[in-house]
């Protein structure tokens, strides 16, 4: 299928999923993670109405970025390693996996504006995840404070891979939780007014548990187009 097709397929179960959860659908962005496609259907994403990319590699960033560039708003959604921040940190609009105090000093020293930043919480506490644990998460943005260069918008995390609804809601509604939490702190470079969770198979439970990005590569452009 196209990506347009994917696309009117997926907008109709998020508008399903916002009329359940008293939701705006306009609330809901789209990130179609195009880390296992070319860049020509990258650009298909873009033509059907997608204006967010996501990759995972710095390889995989900066080569669709030197075609494609600013025609889209750029997300690096895997495990960041600190030695190749100075890759795309000029490149990316959003980094959705901030988790660690090397990797923040890291974007702090190579940035020269300020980097919008999900905090990434191992909700689950799945040893094959990174992230946080749920515990560390406010007082290692509270360190953050005098960054100036970083931006908190919100918090990350991945689900499980389970068809289980009541994990996956619990899960969501813990990340949720969280990001009222830090919200409240009011901590100035720290609005923490997002939420990064939800893909392909679990965005629509997601959207119900308050996700306002989700990141779609399957469901959206598919694999190896």
């Known amino acids: ?75 690096f959604i895997g495990t960041l390693q600190s030695r190749k921040v100075k890759n795309i940190i000029d490149k990316v609009d959003y980094i959705h996996s901030l988790d660690r105090m090397s990797l923040a000093k890291e974007i702090e020293k190579r940035a020269t504006k300020p980097v919008k930043c999900f905090v990434q919480v191992n909700v689950s506490g799945e040893a094959t995840k990174h992230g946080l644990a749920v515990d560390e998460v406010i007082p290692f943005i509270e360190q953050l404070h005098d960054f100036s260069h970083i931006q908190v918008v919100g918090l990350m995390t991945m689900a499980p891979y389970t068809d289980d609804e009541a994990v996956l809601r619990a899960c969501f509604r813990q990340l949720k939780l969280l990001q009222e939490n830090v919200q409240a702190l009011q901590i100035a470079n720290a ?15 997601a959207i119900e548990e308050g996700a306002t990005f989700i990141r779609l590569g399957t469901a959206l452009v598919g694999k190896q187009f």
């Open 1 to 75: 299928m196209t990506v347009r097709d994917n696309l009117a397929i997926i907008r109709e179960n998020i508008e399903a999923a916002c009329q359940r959860a008293g939701r705006d659908p306009a609330d809901i962005r789209i990130v179609a993670v195009t880390k296992y496609v070319s860049v020509e259907r990258a650009r298909e994403a873009l033509e059907a109405g997608i204006t967010d990319l996501g990759e995972n590699r710095d390889d995989g960033l900066l080569q669709k970025y030197s075609v494609l560039g600013d025609k889209a708003t750029w997300h």
């Open 191 to 205: 609005p923490c007014t997002e939420l990064s969770m939800g893909m392909s198979n679990d965005y629509v439970i």
